[in-house]
């Protein structure tokens, strides 16, 4: 079992950048790659971004490709998302994962953190 808790969310004006971090109670660098999804009130569940196991490689959605960008701190079991030029069309409730096998948008994740609310105002 693998828990991951999202923290760093909050209200930002538009233009603006904020850091989400994604801990995880074990280690998961070399063992899980990790996902970024967001879910906006009324839509469905979107993958934002995702990096390999090992972050040798890192994919992102049309939506925020050049704006946002995943990094890690692997001695503090750690992942981060930077969001630059945020849009109001970012609000959402933002949510890490991992998996074990396979990487990015059509990846099966394993485990889920509770998520955490951005809010970008104009």
């Known amino acids: 079992q693998v828990q991951l808790v999202e923290s760093g969310g909050g209200l930002v004006q538009a233009g603006g950048s904020l850091r989400v971090s994604c801990k995880t109670s074990?280690?998961?660098?070399?063992?899980?790659?990790t996902g970024w999804f967001r879910q906006a009130p009324g839509k469905e569940r979107e993958f934002v971004g995702g990096?390999?196991?090992?972050?040798?490689?890192?994919v992102y959605a049309d939506s925020v490709k050049g704006r946002f960008t995943i990094s890690t701190d692997n001695a503090k079991n750690t992942v981060y998302l930077q969001m630059n030029a945020l849009k109001p069309e970012d609000t959402a409730v933002y949510y890490c994962?991992?998996?074990?096998?396979?990487?990015?948008?059509?990846?099966?994740?394993?485990?889920w953190g509770q998520g955490t609310q951005i809010t970008v105002s104009p």
């Open positions: 994962a991992v998996s074990y096998i396979g990487w990015g948008a059509r990846a099966k994740y394993d485990y």
């Open positions: 990096i390999s196991r090992g972050g040798g490689g890192t």
């Open positions: 074990v280690r998961t660098w070399d063992r899980y790659a």
